[in-house]
């Protein structure tokens, strides 16, 4: 998991820093031509490079997943839920941040906050990967949601250190459960039901990035702190969910 969690933390760090440089340079619309044209080198690079399955082979060894029993498992479901809330947060986050850092640094200065804020989640998620890989999950998801309920939090205070502070800290506890979910949930599938049970997990964190991007922007036009309200109240959520997150041994490739 820490291995996966530094590919992505990278490219989260070329993302929040490089965006704020390229908006100097070329326009919205030009960036997200550039965001397709990078999709769609992935899309070459696995229709060439990745291996194809045998087709016969995979539709004889095809298993039906059991859905009900599936959202059922409580596991599952504290893995899904806490998903949701740290999609919901993440946009949320990046909905508010550059409306409080237009009005100190400018959008154009973002990168103070989001390069120093990305590197130190990047080693906090490598360290809590591997406390994860040694048993310590609950533990790990534990500290990271309070680290987003802190960094949540420091937003109430508008001025570049509180920001700064606060996006840190969420940082590490967004980039550290981003890493450890995904790869739990693997673990309660079998390699034949593995991407279904996945796609499940994975539209249920697009749900919550909807729902934090539409109504934060609804609290937002409401009163500029309801969002940050939410964040705090939907954290405290995401810490009651994970005090306990145990395997057992009907959970693992359980479906």
């Known amino acids: 998991m820490s291995i996966v969690g530094m590919f992505s933390g990278s490219a989260a760090v070329i993302g929040f820093v490089g965006g ?10 030009k960036m997200f031509a550039g965001c397709s044209v990078l999709v769609f080198l992935s899309w070459i690079y696995i229709v060439i490079f990745i291996k ?4 016969k082979k995979t539709h004889e060894e095809k298993s039906k ?3 009900i029993g599936l959202l059922k498992n409580k ?3 504290k893995l899904s839920v806490s998903g949701f809330i740290i999609s919901y947060t993440m946009v949320s986050i990046f909905y508010i941040i550059p409306q409080l850092l237009e009005k100190s640094v400018g959008v154009a200065s973002m990168w103070k906050v989001f390069l120093p804020a990305t590197l130190i989640g990047i080693i906090v998620m490598s360290i809590f990967s591997k406390r994860a890989d040694r048993g310590k999950l609950s533990q790990a998801a534990l500290i990271s949601f309070i680290s ?14 509180s920001i700064l502070l ?7 506890g967004y980039m550290s459960l981003n890493a450890l979910l995904p790869g739990n949930v693997t673990k309660l599938s079998t390699k034949n ?5 996945t796609g499940v997990y994975n539209t249920i964190q697009f749900v919550g990035s909807f729902v934090g991007g539409s109504l934060t922007g609804l609290l937002w036009g409401i009163n500029n702190h309801l969002p ?11 810490c009651i969910i994970v005090r306990k997150l145990e395997f057992t041994d009907n959970d693992v490739s359980a479906y």
């Open 20 to 29: 704020p440089f390229l908006y100097n340079i070329i326009s919205v619309s």
């Open 52 to 55: 194809k399955d045998n087709v």
């Open 65 to 67: 997943v059991d859905y």
């Open 75 to 77: 596991l599952f479901t």
């Open 148 to 161: 987003i309920l802190i960094g949540g939090a420091c937003l109430f205070f508008t001025n570049f250190y």
């Open 166 to 172: 606060g996006t840190t800290i969420f940082m590490a």
């Open 193 to 197: 039901t593995r991407g279904t049970i």
């Open 228 to 238: 940050t309200v939410f964040i705090i109240m939907i954290s405290i959520l995401g």
